[in-house]
T-cell receptor, first 115, second 109 residues
Framework: GAGVSQSPRYKVAKRGQDVALRCDPISGHVSLFWYQQALGQGPEFLTYFQNEAQLDKSGLPSDRFFAERPEGSVSTLKIQRTQQEDSAVYLC?????????????FGQGTRLTVV | AQRVTQPEKLLSVFKGAPVELKCNYSYSGSPELFWYVQYSRQRLQLLLRHISRESIKGFTADLNKGETSFHLKKPFAQEEDSAMYYCALITGGGNKLTFGTGTQLKVEL
């Protein structure tokens, strides 16, 4: 593909509903990152994968948030029992090398609105 | 804890005027700093990184460890420079970017 692809682009969820956000990274990219961007703020780190291994999940705000990348390619960010404070744009990024020192390519994001 | 501060939410300049987008950081380790840009209706993309010491689209940024700053500069603003600019610091053993809150640059004719 041409770049990092995220789906859906927009998601409206009722409070308490579970949601799943998908990220297709650039083929062959080792590293995958998830960020959360609230309105008027910069992106905030959620979690990092190197291939299928989740090496850092220190940014996940609660145990309602779960991310996986089972085959080292596509990743899914799942949010259980959504709350209004989960409303944000969720960004996925991938990079060729391990870690963040190589250029990170971002997807267009999924805008989640919890009503 | 690491932090990136961009004091200006909005910066408005006239075309042809110099631009300086401010960025200050706090980090106890050796910093690696980046500027990312988001043009209207486009995705966030890397503009430049301090380690490369490069000039991209006429923009440069110098790391000043004494002042803990990484300001982005361009001598003559162009209309196409209008965008959201984020300063970012790599931390966590190189696995995560810590972003500032961003500065919206508006270049007026």
């Amino acid at each position: 593909g041409a770049g990092v692809s995220q789906s859906p682009r927009y998601k409206v969820a009722k409070r308490g509903q579970d949601v799943a956000l998908r990220c297709d990274p650039i083929s062959g990219h080792v590293s995958l990152f998830w960020y959360q961007q609230a309105l008027g703020q910069g992106p905030e780190f959620l979690t990092y994968f190197q291939n299928e291994a989740q090496l850092d999940k220190s940014g996940l705000p609660s145990d309602r948030f779960f991310a996986e990348r089972p085959e080292g390619s596509v990743s899914t960010l799942k949010i259980q029992r959504t709350q209004q404070e989960d409303s944000a744009v969720y960004l996925c990024a991938s990079s060729l090398g391990a870690g963040g020192l190589t250029e990170a390519f971002f997807g267009q994001g999924t805008r989640l609105t919890v009503v | 804890a690491q932090r990136v501060t961009q004091p200006e939410k909005l910066l408005s300049v006239f075309k042809g005027a110099p631009v300086e987008l401010k960025c200050n950081y706090s980090y106890s380790g050796s910093p690696e700093l980046f500027w990312y840009v988001q043009y209207s209706r486009q995705r966030l993309q890397l503009l430049l990184r301090h380690i490369s010491r490069e000039s991209i689209k006429g923009f440069t940024a110098d790391l000043n460890k004494g002042e803990t700053s990484f300001h982005l500069k361009k001598p003559f603003a162009q209309e196409e420079d209008s965008a959201m600019y984020y300063c970012a610091l790599i931390t966590g053993g190189g696995n995560k970017l810590t972003f500032g809150t961003g500065t919206q640059l508006k270049v007026e004719l």
